[in-house]
């Protein structure tokens, strides 16, 4: 029977380990069809924003209640998973409870700490689940943000319930044991009472050691299954962010938020233009065939990690000035869109041997409207928000930048003040020569 | 006090005297067109007069910085702005420049170094503490503050995209008002809805505008002055005052002009 088991979960570990690995390598190669763009300097200062805002989750405690509730599911993740070391060896060598004779009196502390870990996540997503479903926090309501519809919704919510499912199955599971124990039942290695499972002791009055094992050995399997589950399903949910928070505060823009990305492609044609530079002789102007973006593939690689880390908390949205006057631009759509469009692609190249065939399709006007990046003001608000350093704006800027050069798609009005830039060196229409006429109001 | 000779000396004046100024203050479209916002160009540079700045005006050799298209989108019009007003810049051999525009700022500041423009840009909130900090400025001689709400706009090219936030709030303490901060301020301050090319066209279907949003929230506070340090934001917070009928008990000044005031200029 023991063996049985053995081999099973060998068997699960390596399926889990090997559809994890295809997840991965589908969402890189995808990440890796944007464009090059060199975000190594500085490792020093990278390193300590990403130490301080995914380790430390700086700006999460800015709302301090929600920041602590967080941090207990985060810490525990972080924590209980030494304990998950300890049951994916006990599956492997058949074994139960392999750390507890080597850690002696010091095991009983450990599983405490992680007793506590798992209460504090189990209230944090109790918490979470009522902010969800029964306060109804308005940036998370699909009724009110209609990206949020359907999967993202449900994704919210089924996130929550693994980790609370998760969460009961190891504390009955160590409740169930103790009571194992005190029977003096074999297999059972002595470890004493766990700081909260003993509460839950009277739960088992009564049972059998028959009854108590299959209990045992039931939640056992929907702890560690449901952590296997839980690591597939991560890589296709908006939960994500726990892996990609850190590469993605990493690799954040270290300059000011105010300063837009160059293109030095037009740089040279201008340079040409006012006869700063001659044109190259003979060769033919290297003439990008697309400026700014429409599709992801022109956007960077950074922005299209950034859309697999959001977590569609919707700070950016509850912030946005336009979203709040009730426009259709939502940053965290943009960055949903970006990763829809990302997936779909994935699929492609799935059936494709892993090249990307055109379905005739674009992040912009398939998936983003022109009303949504007009709706802009460039605030950086949404910026600011993100817990995890996601950047929307950089992508609005790059749809409306191929919208404008190359749809040449702008609002009327707008081309309108671009004449006039042009013509009279000034957004509005008057004349340059009246631009110092304002002195004669210095007396 | 001695009348003062105002003087808006240009660059090529400057240069044609073999004179180099302390600065140049770059005036903008809106500081230069703008009817409204001329009163605070010309208040900034009676400020600059009074406090012994020697600087100088480009005149009519100033162009759009190019933000609004690029913002817009249209990187070649803001690059042929860009370059050109660097050609004219580095011809007069300017080394620091002080703006009234938040958005010329980040502009200049953030975006002509990687085209060859390369200078020091300070916003006048920070020069204009500069000023009162040296005792070069100084508020005596006119309206008294003491005690007036007095409420600040945070501009998001000034605030989040260039983290400042402390030097518009310092001159303010400095008129010895009482600064009530809205809601949202700072880091969380909302937009006046004029940013990223906005000023130039219609908002897009909604069930409000932004500068009403944002008019309500600096209401609310009940100071009776709205200090702002742009133009475009003076422009959009004048709309929804007036929007909420509220243009006679309620003032929006620009920082550069309570400071006049506060002087008797």
């Given amino acids: 029977m023991e063996i049985v088991q ?110 506590f870990l798992a209460v504090g996540v189990l209230l944090a997503c109790i918490i979470f689940l009522i902010r969800r479903t029964i306060l109804k926090t308005e940036r998370l309501q699909p009724s009110r943000h209609r990206e949020m519809n359907g999967w993202p919704a449900l994704d919210g919510k089924v996130i929550l319930i693994f980790e609370i499912v998760l969460m009961i199955a190891i504390l009955t599971m160590n409740a169930a044991d103790i009571v194992l124990q005190e029977m003096g039942s074999a297999h059972y290695t002595i470890t004493g009472d766990f700081i909260f499972s003993k509460f839950l002791k009277p739960l088992f009055t009564g049972w059998n050691e028959t009854t108590l094992i299959i209990y045992e050995r039931f939640a056992w399997w929907t702890h560690i299954l449901g952590i296997f589950a839980f690591a597939i399903y991560v890589t296709y949910s908006k939960h994500l962010h726990i892996v990609l928070a850190f590469p993605n505060t990493y690799f954040a823009r270290l300059i000011p938020k105010g300063e837009m990305q160059n293109m030095p492609e037009i740089t040279k044609e201008v340079k040409i233009m006012l006869g700063l530079e001659n044109a190259p002789e003979g060769a033919e102007n290297a003439v990008p065939d697309r400026f700014g973006a429409k599709d992801v593939t ?146 | ?99 009234a525009c938040p958005h010329c700022f980040n502009t200049l500041k953030n975006e002509y170094p990687e085209l060859g423009g390369k200078y020091e840009v300070i916003h006048h909130s920070e020069y204009l503490q500069q000023l009162i900090n040296e005792g070069r400025v100084r508020i005596e001689g006119g309206e008294s503050f003491k005690g007036r709400k007095i409420t600040f706009h945070d501009s998001c090219y000034l605030g989040r995209a260039n983290n400042v936030y402390e030097a518009p709030r310092h001159v303010l303490e400095a008129l010895d008002a009482d600064l009530v901060e809205m809601k949202r301020s700072k880091v969380k301050g909302l937009c006046c809805g004029a940013g990223g090319g906005q000023m130039f066209k219609e908002p897009e279907a909604g069930k409000k505008d932004v500068n009403i949003e944002r008019i309500e929230e600096a209401l609310a506070t009940g100071a009776d002055t709205i200090a702002v340090a742009c133009p475009f934001c003076i422009v959009m917070m004048t709309d929804g005052l007036k929007n909420k009928e509220k243009e006679d008990s309620v003032k929006i000044y620009d920082l550069a002009e309570l400071i006049a005031q506060a002087e008797g200029l």
Wanted: proline share 4%.
């Fill in chain 2, 1 to 99: 006090m001695a009348e003062i000779k105002y003087k808006v000396p240009t660059m090529a004046e400057m240069a044609a005297s073999n004179e180099t100024p302390e600065i140049l203050f770059w005036v903008g479209c809106a500081g230069s067109f703008d009817d409204r916002y001329k009163k605070v160009t010309v208040a900034f540079a009676k400020i600059l007069n009074q406090a012994g700045v020697k600087f100088a005006v480009l005149g009519t050799e100033e162009s759009c910085t190019g933000d609004p298209a690029r913002r817009a989108g249209n990187e070649f019009t803001f690059q042929m702005l860009a370059m050109s007003n660097i050609q004219v810049l580095d011809m007069y051999g300017v080394k620091k420049i002080v703006t």
């Fill in chain 1, 298 to 443: 022109d956007l960077s690689w950074k922005n299209l990690m950034d859309a697999y880390s959001c977590t569609e908390c919707g700070r950016c949205t509850s912030a946005c000035p336009a979203n709040i006057t009730g426009k259709k631009l939502s940053p965290r759509k943009i960055m949903m869109d970006t990763r829809d469009r990302l997936e779909d692609i994935g699929r492609i190249m799935q059936v494709n041997d892993g090249k990307f065939v055109e379905d005739g399709k674009s992040l912009m006007g398939d998936y983003i409207s022109q009303e949504e990046i007009l709706a802009c003001t460039t605030c950086n608000a949404c910026v600011q928000e993100c817990p995890i350093l996601i950047n929307p704006l950089d992508i609005i800027l790059q749809l409306r930048r191929h919208q404008v050069m190359d749809e040449s798609k702008a609002p009327g009005s707008w081309n309108a003040m671009f004449q006039n830039m042009e013509t009279n060196q000034a957004p509005w229409k008057f004349s340059p020569g009246d631009r110092f006429n304002w002195a004669e109001g210095v007396k």
């Fill in chain 1, 6 to 115: 053995q081999i099973i979960f060998a068997a699960v570990l390596g399926t889990v380990g090997w559809l994890v690995f295809k997840r991965i390598k589908i969402i890189r190669s995808t990440i890796s069809l944007g464009k090059s763009e060199d975000r190594t300097d500085q490792p020093g200062k990278r390193f300590s924003t990403m130490m301080r805002i995914a380790f430390g989750q700086k700006k999460m405690f800015d709302r301090p209640l929600i920041g602590i509730l967080h941090f207990a599911v985060y810490a525990g993740f972080l924590l209980i998973n030494v304990e998950v070391l300890e049951i994916v060896l006990d599956g492997l060598l058949g074994k139960h409870r392999l750390f507890a004779p080597m850690l002696g009196s010091f095991y009983r502390f450990l599983i405490g700490f992680f007793e």
